[in-house]
């Protein structure tokens, strides 16, 4: 089988631009550190509580619901595995929107199961009718989805998550949640059906720590708590977990931040002749403009100039796009000023 390919992860300390795996670059609050270290060897002897309550309880806080709704994984990836495990049975059908997140086919064929991509319908609509006809046990939607950043009505996910009843499970992948105008949680109480995952990795600046939230009814995060590894999240993530959730409040001016960067790059690639999707993540899904380089080839000449940038070029649907992180101010001008460059090289026309 093809296994998933995780995007270029360049040495500590290398002197590149890296907007290529949508890592936020302003870091998270330093209660999240001295939170870690206040970790000691004595505490480290012994095995992390097994359910990860006191995130659990942090989370039901943060977000009103009650911890035993609340499933913590070591990245929200863990908490696509365990939800396969939990519900996906040998020859059953997962469903998703495509193109999207390219960790769910693997995951699928990992478990035996059915992996159904059903395209996105007119101007990036939800195929509701589509989905629900697939007869899957799982029916994904990534929100804001990736690569294309774009975000379908809720109206629509609820509408999925009824056509589905009484078999079938919607997961809402809200990796990049906290940049988008809206969420699902609301949905939460009206349709037992549905589970809500979020991530660590992009608005909370914590990639490297591993963790993720689910958001779910009790009696399917029950299921799921006899599926996931008996310590699935290390005393460290706990910790920093439980910082990160009781600072918030530093993540919205983060994130406010980056949504202002988003705009004023969507401008500047538009300027430049690129076409850019509308987004509501830290990312823009860009087409490349007319010329003699294609997408692999602006890969390869920005990673020349120093920018690492994301590409998708073995699906035809994204051959001539790149998926591009919103950095600091700093490094999208660097990314600009690359592009310049290559657009003059390019004997296209440069930029006004
Ligand atoms: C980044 C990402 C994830 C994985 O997040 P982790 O918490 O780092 O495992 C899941 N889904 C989507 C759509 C993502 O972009």
Redesign the pocket.
């Known amino acids: 089988m093809a296994g998933y390919m995780p995007g270029e992860q360049p040495p500590p300390g290398s002197r590149v631009v890296k907007l290529n795996t949508?890592e936020n670059p302003w870091g998270p609050p330093p209660e999240v550190l001295e939170a870690i270290r206040a970790k000691t060897m004595e505490t480290l002897r012994l095995y992390p509580e097994p359910t990860a309550r006191p995130v659990r309880e942090a989370a039901a806080r943060a977000y009103g619901v009650t911890p035993e709704q609340v499933l913590v994984?070591n990245?929200?990836?863990?908490l696509?595995t365990i939800l396969l495990r939990t519900l996906l049975d040998p020859g059953e059908v997962f469903a998703a929107p495509e193109p999207?997140?390219t960790?769910y086919e693997p995951l699928t064929r990992i478990q035996g199961g059915r992996y159904v991509g059903i395209p996105w319908g007119e101007g990036l609509s939800l195929p509701v009718e589509a989905l629900a006809a697939a007869g899957a046990k799982l029916t994904m939607v990534?929100r804001p989805n990736?690569p294309t950043g774009h975000v379908v009505p809720l109206e629509e996910v609820a509408r999925l998550c009824r056509l589905c009843l009484p078999h079938g499970v919607v997961v809402l992948?809200e990796?990049?949640g906290d940049f988008a105008e809206d969420n699902g949680l609301p949905l939460l109480p009206a349709h037992p059906n549905l589970v809500v995952?979020r991530?660590?990795?992009?608005s909370l600046s914590l990639?490297g720590l591993?963790?993720?939230l689910g958001f779910m009814s009790r009696e399917l995060a029950w299921e799921m708590h006899k599926v996931r590894d008996s310590y699935n999240v290390d005393q460290l993530a706990q910790a920093g977990a439980v910082a990160a959730l009781e600072n918030l409040g530093a993540v919205a001016r983060v994130t406010a931040r980056i949504k202002a960067e988003r705009t004023r790059a969507t401008e500047a690639l538009t300027r430049r002749g690129f076409t850019v999707f509308p987004s509501q993540a830290n990312f823009l899904l860009a087409t490349i403009p007319a010329g003699r380089r294609d997408g692999r080839a602006w890969l390869d000449d920005l990673k020349g100039q120093g920018i690492l940038v994301r590409y998708f070029g073995s699906d035809p649907r994204l051959a001539d796009k790149l998926r591009i992180t919103i950095g600091t101010p700093e490094e999208m001008e660097l990314l600009f000023q690359a592009v310049d460059r290559l657009l003059a090289d390019n004997g296209g026309s440069s930029p006004p």
């Open positions: 949508n994984g990245g929200s990836d863990d696509l999207t997140y960790l990534t990736a992948d990796a990049y995952i991530s660590f990795s992009k990639a591993r963790l993720g």
